[in-house]
């Protein structure tokens, strides 16, 4: 490489193809609601040291709450984000700003709702949510408790202390699932909108946000940093919102959306679907390098030892049969209706319910299978979730992502 890696958001207006933000408009249009329900307002941001909660909570910051909490079990993600906060000004004098690194499904967590003073809006980003993480039973049990399990235990918890506004983020996976991570967010969306709950509550499901922790592109510049061969799974397609985005679609979503309605953004698949072999090209050549495309694993490392410095890249294609992949994203399954709405650049979804009886159902096989001592396989687990989720059609095969580079 002839220089240093740009900054990530001037790589993620790259692979959005966008100079500005698509949702400044709306979130401009929407001051007022938004205020009206943020500023002055006690506000708790669960799992807000990630990529989309902490983008979030720099949105809400600029709205003047009366206090904004910030839980995550990430204590390194924790510091960076109050660093951020403070270098950039970003919080008035008049928020009481706090982080605390703690699990949100815990009795630690009950404590904590129970002896604060109270909150207006709840908005929360806890959740396993890489299909990389569909390993084993265990994983898929770990992904069934925070999804689904936890997420359940904090609503019931936020209405018995008649916190008014709450808002979780989903996917674009719940939509016509095919991995278990899709399933368990749309199992979540359906226990949200459960009719009993007196809450008023709001989803949004969206593309992936380039450059995110954890995420693929995310990965390419870790590989820069070490000096080691990208894979990207060949014909697969994808959209993509920048951090700055993701962050506007939840605060929107959160503040300004209908009851029981999940907040999509408005995209293109003939313009804004793209090909992540493409991506990964442009990425490459913006940062001045030139791909090299090649088919085997040590094919890869061996070209990297080899043009090493000198302006040159490789890239492993790798075919997409990994469990739970999906070669396209959707926002809407086959049952969902989406609707125009106030906004510009968003539309509105709303889900056909699960009935009473079907998430008690879902809500007490969940609990055994996480906390009871017998013997059970991924296959219980799967079961136990097209229970609520019967258009799960699990893409299962023998291939994990982390057999691969």
Partial sequence: MTGSVPSRSALARLVTQRASSMFADDVAESTLAIADV?????ILVIGGAGSIGAATVCELA???????????LDENGLAELVRDLRSRDALHTATRFRTTPLDFGGPIMRRLLGENEGYDLVLN?????????????????????????????????????KVPRYFAVSTDKAANPVNIMGATKRAMELMMFDERLPLLVTSARFANVAFSNGSLLDGWLRRLEKRQPWAVPGSARRYFVSPQESGQLCLLAATAAPNRQVLIPDLDPAFHLRDLVEVAEQVLGFLGLEPIHCETEDE????????????????????????????????????DVVHDSAFNRLKTL??????????????????????????????????CIRAVVPELAHNRSDKMLDARM
């Fill in 62 to 72: 600029a709205f003047r709450p009366g206090q904004l909490h910030v839980v995550d």
């Fill in 350 to 383: 709303s889900t056909p319910p699960a009935s009473s009886d079907q998430i008690d159902r879902l809500l007490a096989r969940a609990a055994d299978l996480v906390s009871g001592d017998a013997r059970f396989s991924s296959d219980d687990v799967i079961e």
């Fill in 125 to 161: 980003f806890a959740a396993i949510k890489h299909v990389r993480s569909e390993k084993d039973v265990f994983s898929l049990l770990r992904m069934l408790e925070i999804n689904v399990v936890a997420a359940r235990r904090l609503i019931e918890w936020l209405s018995d202390l």
């Fill in 38 to 42: 943020v500023e002055g307002a006690r």
């Fill in 300 to 335: 890869a490392r061996s070209v990297m030892s080899a043009v090493g410095g000198s302006g040159r890249w490789p890239i492993l294609i790798t075919p997409l049969d990994t469990s739970g992949e999906k070669g396209f994203e959707e926002f809407a399954g086959a049952a």
